[in-house]
């Protein structure tokens, strides 16, 4: 019940990342269901790895370059769908940063509720 709610939550914000930023778009509620699905399997499966891949400039950038994976993550999501598009690399890194702050509010939100 948990992971439905916050999948719903998750497309929730995403809608709330293209009404708020015109550099992403999503078509419809479905597409942000899909790209919400997609984006936490990215997370789940590449972000770690990269992160391990990355470690020495993420350690010299002091965490900052952490941004830049979550920023291509965002993007590569995008970029293999139809109904979900971003318009550039910088569209990414601020829809990514836009995206993680709700992400933080529904997380939070989850967690007391249920």
Not at 74 to 91: E, H, I, K, N
């Amino acid at each position: 019940m948990k992971l439905i709610v916050k999948w719903l939550l998750a497309a929730c914000a995403l809608l709330l990342v293209a009404y708020l930023y015109p550099g992403v778009q999503i078509q419809s509620f479905t597409a942000a269901l899909i790209a919400a699905a997609v984006i936490g399997l990215f997370n789940v499966v590449l972000r770690p790895v990269l992160v391990i891949l990355t470690l020495p400039v993420t350690v010299i950038t002091l965490g900052l370059f952490l941004f830049v994976i979550n920023a291509l993550l965002f993007w590569a999501a995008a970029s293999l769908m139809d109904g979900f598009g971003v318009s550039g690399f910088g569209a990414a890194l601020l829809g990514s940063l836009i995206y993680s702050a709700l992400m933080l509010v529904v997380d939070a939100a989850v967690k007391a509720v249920l």
